[in-house]
T-cell receptor, first 113, second 115 residues
Framework: RKEVEQDPGPFNVPEGATVAFNCTYS??????FFWYRQDCRKEPKLLMS???SGNEDGRFTAQLNRASQYISLLIRDSKLSDSATYLC??????????????FGAGTRLAVHP | NAGVTQTPKFQVLKTGQSMTLQCAQD?????MYWYRQDPGMGLRLIYY???????DKGEVPNGYNVSRLNKREFSLRLESAAPSQTSVYFC??????????????FGSGTQLSVL
């Protein structure tokens, strides 16, 4: 079982739609959570961190459910420019200060006119 | 301010050839990383350097070596390339002042094909 699992998609949605992605993680010791965005043939870039109480950044809302070990990303009023792959990332902390980032394989979103 | 600069962008090698991927950051970051990205899989950590003068193995280090030349530069070397090393490679850096949520900055990637 992968440590971080995402539905690969693609999610094909029209402009203006609301779309949600989930990501599940297997290690209950996971400490920090993030969504990165990766455009085709480009490098990943941080979209937003995910906080325990949930957080919003414009049209993007991230939620964390520790009990069920998943995080979600909601995109409202989708734009063509939102078309990308969204990577779920989990940080594990170990004793001694060492930490490890686990990347999901990504969910592809295609927004069409 | 260029961020993370990675070269080359594309490379084709024959099995057994060697090459070095170069990475430099101008953000005075302590930590640097090399990842590979393969279809259907998340980015996997090859090697990392928590600070100048230190390097450690990541998840998939076999077939690779690294050098943290100074605080700015972190190179990845393939001594004898194999087809299984065909992948997209990303260098990344992070400040690491103790805040767990500090983000990674990535280079633009190297698409490597080993024939």
């Amino acid at each position: 079982r992968k440590e971080v699992e995402q539905d690969p998609g693609p999610f094909n949605v029209p402009e203006g739609a609301t779309v949600a992605f989930n990501c599940t993680y297997s290690n209950s010791a996971s400490q920090s959570f993030f969504w990165y965005r990766q455009d085709c043939r480009k490098e990943p870039k941080l979209l937003m961190s995910v906080y325990s109480s949930g957080n919003e950044d414009g049209r993007f809302t991230a939620q964390l459910n520790r009990a069920s070990q998943y995080i979600s990303l909601l995109i409202r009023d989708s734009k063509l420019s939102d078309s990308a792959t969204y990577l779920c990332v989990v940080r594990l902390m170990f004793s001694g200060g060492y930490n490890k980032l686990i990347f999901g394989a990504g969910t592809r979103l295609a927004v069409h006119p | 301010n260029a961020g993370v600069t990675q070269t080359p962008k594309f490379q084709v090698l024959k099995t057994g050839q060697s090459m070095t991927l170069q990475c430099a950051q101008d953000m005075n970051h302590n930590s640097m990383y090399w990842y590979r990205q393969d279809p259907g899989m998340g980015l996997r950590l090859i090697y990392y350097s928590a600070s100048e003068g230190t390097t450690d193995k990541g998840e998939v280090p076999n077939g690779y070596n690294v050098s943290r030349l100074n605080k700015r530069e972190f190179s990845l070397r393939l001594e004898s390339a194999a087809p299984s090393q065909t992948s997209v490679y990303f260098c990344a850096s992070r400040r690491t002042t103790g805040t767990a949520n500090e983000k990674l900055f990535f280079g633009s990637g190297t698409q490597l094909s080993v024939l």
